[in-house]
């Protein structure tokens, strides 16, 4: 009852390590069962729990995700009998001869699941190796093993992860170690490339809905330039500054994500000289290809069946495209080969391109950055025109229409807490409001994120907000 959180999460949330320590629970459980006068208090409940967290957390090829001190394949699927007993966390225990042993229902889980104490969301479109597979980082954090990777994603599509967390950082020598902890090696925001602190997310929360799925955090910790050790004493040069990232998931068909960053200042007048570059970075699986388009706010990455597309619409002014593929110095754009460690040898880091959309100085306090990822097979990007308004402390707007006749757009309000209100052709007190419709206008479905009504597609007010799909209108 230690170890664990309320929401059956190992205290130090990393999916490796959970899964290490839940084995070494079955079997006290099982000892337990056999020796009931050792007095161990092992509930089946509790076992539940956890090992529904080691389902949640593997992605579709088998693999536990690379969230912290874990480690993670990109591509194919496992087998168990190239797996080390050292490397037992990563062999997938059956989770199905778990709940035969102990009597229990062999249905799954909800596909999507979130575990507040923790900090984590998993979501996916099923249960098979084809499905589509998303998480968002906002762990709490548990000791030195974490990373400071707060708000990060992770995308796995088509039977390849595409976002990916680097995953174990101990890589040899001590630099690698740290940027392999550090805020600029993971899929989400930084200034100045420093890292975050271990403060903990202000506000969690997740909204589900058959076919969506909606996440926002809010982390307010500051960035520094710090020697990343185990207690953080090394920090210095800190930057006040709140982040905010809302991820709105469209299942089988694309993920929208709206980056907000507030900074303070170093002094009133605010001189150009001492704001920080702004940074959001998507950590691409390796052996991809990237193809940066600037003028059209987009960018395509190619692996051998299978690609993503990412369009920028909102992006801070003057921001630019950059592409770090094994850099040196500064460290950027590597993954650990899988199951080597400790080794002081650069052959045991892999180059894997990370995209960085940067600004090199802020030009406001508050700016915001919106990239929308397409996952695709083949060789082909999907064709899409984007139309898109910047929230500007309000609302914002994005309008993607595609090649097959039909157009999604996607209203929100800034940092998730405006209400849209009044916005044309619909009213709600929702901040979060889906569209899909036909090149002549009418609405075929939708979906309204914690809200009473959504007049005129739902007018049926709600006495308490909720999370509902439209259907077919």
């Not at 170690?177 to 600029?184: D, F, P």
């Not at 950590?283 to 395509?300: C, E």
């Not at 940092?415 to 075929?444: K, P, W």
Request: proline share 8%; glycine share 8%.
């Amino acid at each position: 009852f230690r170890q664990f959180l309320p929401d059956g999460v190992h205290c130090e949330c990393i999916p490796s390590y959970h899964a290490n320590v839940a084995e070494s629970y079955l079997l006290l459980y099982r000892i337990g069962c056999r020796m009931p006068e050792l007095g161990l208090a092992m509930t089946l409940d509790r076992l539940r729990e956890i090992f529904d967290f080691t389902l949640a957390c593997r992605k579709p090829n088998g693999y536990l995700c690379g969230l912290h001190d874990s480690q993670t394949e990109f591509a194919g699927d496992i087998e168990d009998d190239l797996v080390s007993a050292w490397d037992r966390g990563q062999r997938p225990y059956r989770w199905e001869r778990f709940r035969s042993e102990c009597g229990l229902s062999l249905d799954r889980p909800p596909i999507s699941q979130t575990y507040p104490d923790a900090g984590l969301a998993f979501m996916r479109t099923g249960w098979d190796a084809d499905a589509t597979w998303l998480s968002f980082d906002a762990t709490r954090w548990g000791g030195g093993h974490c990373h400071l990777s707060r708000n990060s994603v992770q995308l796995h599509a088509h039977r390849r992860s595409m976002v990916i967390d680097p995953g174990w950082p101990y890589y040899g020598e001590p630099e690698w170690g740290e940027y392999g902890a550090s805020t600029r090696a993971h899929s989400t925001c930084n200034l100045n490339g420093f890292s975050q602190s271990p403060t903990n997310p202000s506000r969690f929360e997740t909204h589900f809905a058959p076919g969506y799925d909606a996440v926002f955090s809010v982390y307010e910790g500051g960035y520094w330039d710090i020697k990343r050790n185990w207690d953080f004493t090394s920090a210095a040069n800190g930057i006040w500054a709140q982040h905010a990232r809302l991820l709105f998931w469209v299942h089988d068909r694309f993920a929208f994500v709206a980056d907000s960053m507030l900074r303070l200042p170093l002094r009133p007048d605010d001189p150009a000289g001492e704001r920080p570059s702004f940074e959001c970075v998507w950590q691409l699986a390796p052996d991809a290809t990237v193809d940066v388009q600037p003028d059209r706010n987009r960018i395509t990455a190619h692996w051998r069946d299978a690609g993503l597309l990412v369009l920028t619409p909102i992006r801070p002014d003057n921001s630019r495209y950059d592409v770090h593929r094994g850099s040196m110095n500064p460290l950027r754009g590597w993954v650990p080969e899988p199951r080597k460690r400790w080794e002081p040898d650069i052959k045991n880091q892999r180059p894997a391109p990370q995209l960085v959309i940067r600004t090199p100085r802020m030009h406001q306090q508050h700016d915001y950055c919106v990239s929308i990822m397409v996952p695709f097979r083949g060789r082909e990007a999907p064709e899409v025109q984007v139309d898109a308004r910047s929230p500007m402390g309000k609302t914002g707007y994005v309008r993607l229409a595609w090649g097959d006749g039909t157009a999604d757009e996607i209203h929100w309000g800034c940092n998730f807490g405006v209400m849209l209100g009044s916005q044309g052709g619909f009213e709600t007190d929702s901040s979060l409001v889906h569209l899909r419709m036909r090149t002549d206008g009418r609405v075929l479905e939708g979906c309204c994120v914690h809200g009473t009504y959504l007049k005129p597609y739902d007018p049926h007010i709600r006495p308490y907000p909720e999370t509902f799909p439209l259907g077919r209108c």
